[in-house]
């Protein structure tokens, strides 16, 4: 099997190129490749696929196996590797990307290489599942969140209104993954969730550290940043029809909530190797 690793902002996956190759059971496969000891290393598997109404489709495997609706770092490695590898005309640079969460439109920005370097995502129209902001118990924490759907579930907590996690983004990362589970794996998210902490430096920055289901920390998430920005700007937080730069452990994200909701992502997208796999 070829495949190539992906990053942006150092959210990496492996894609592979299912207009030309064909996964039997990817839910394994996404479980062996992802070790970072064992296998290539990777947050999940992505493949890209075929579609009638777009110009591929996007389907996506946690590292733990389980399916995923939507990626926002991982849809814009997508772009880049239909228009790099030539799976669209050269003159094209608007894509339509299908995913189990919608369709989505990329506007692309080529490099001095004649290559993407950077790729705008309209993320679609965000939404508030939860109280603004609402309660809840996390193993022995009384916190506050507020819940946003971007395509796919997260759990947002402002760091000024949880005092007690005040010192998280400074939490060694054994710690933060011995925490992590419990926001993820909570009763008030039957699915599980994203949870994205959050330390505001401006009304128009930001910094964040997630913890994604099915993956654990990250180095980056498109789809937190996102549901982030746009958790800060329903709150008065964070300002709107403007950019809002997310810095992640990985790189920054420009996020911009528009006047209707809508939510634009724009970030890097980096091809790392390509190989192959044994079957």
């Excluded at 389980?66 to 790099?84: E, L």
């Amino acid at each position: 099997m070829k495949f190539t690793k992906m990053q942006g902002c150092g959210n990496d996956y492996i894609y592979v190129n299912c207009f030309n190759e064909k996964i039997e059971s990817p839910e394994e496969l996404a479980i062996k490749i992802s070790d970072r000891h064992f296998g290539i290393g990777s947050d999940g598997l992505i493949l890209i696929l075929p579609c009638e109404n777009a110009d591929a489709f996007m389907q996506l495997y946690n590292a733990d196996g389980s399916p995923g609706t939507m990626c926002g770092n991982g849809i814009r490695c997508v772009a880049k590797y239909v228009y790099d590898h030539g799976l669209v005309p050269a003159d094209k640079k608007t894509l339509r990307i299908n995913t189990p969460a919608g369709l989505y439109e990329l506007e692309l920005t080529l490099g001095d290489n004649g290559k993407v370097s950077h790729v705008c995502v309209d993320m679609g129209i965000g939404s508030v599942t939860s109280e603004i902001p609402e309660n809840i118990h996390v193993h022995d924490m009384d916190l506050k969140f507020i819940g946003i759907d971007v395509g796919n579930n997260h759990a947002v907590y402002f760091l000024d209104e949880n005092l007690i996690l005040n010192g998280i983004h400074s939490w060694p990362d054994s710690k933060f993954a011995s925490e992590g589970v419990y926001f993820e794996t909570h009763e008030r998210f039957p699915n599980r969730t994203n949870s994205e902490f959050i330390k505001i430096i401006s009304r128009r920055e930001i910094n964040m550290r997630v913890y994604e289901r099915g993956s654990g920390e990250t180095f980056a998430c498109g789809t937190g940043a996102t549901a982030s920005v746009f958790a800060g700007v329903v709150s008065g937080r964070l300002e709107r029809n403007q950019n809002v730069t997310v810095h992640l452990r990985g790189g920054d994200l420009k996020i911009r909530v528009d006047d209707n909701n809508r939510c634009f992502m724009t970030g890097p997208a980096v091809e790392v190797f390509s190989g192959d796999y044994p079957d």
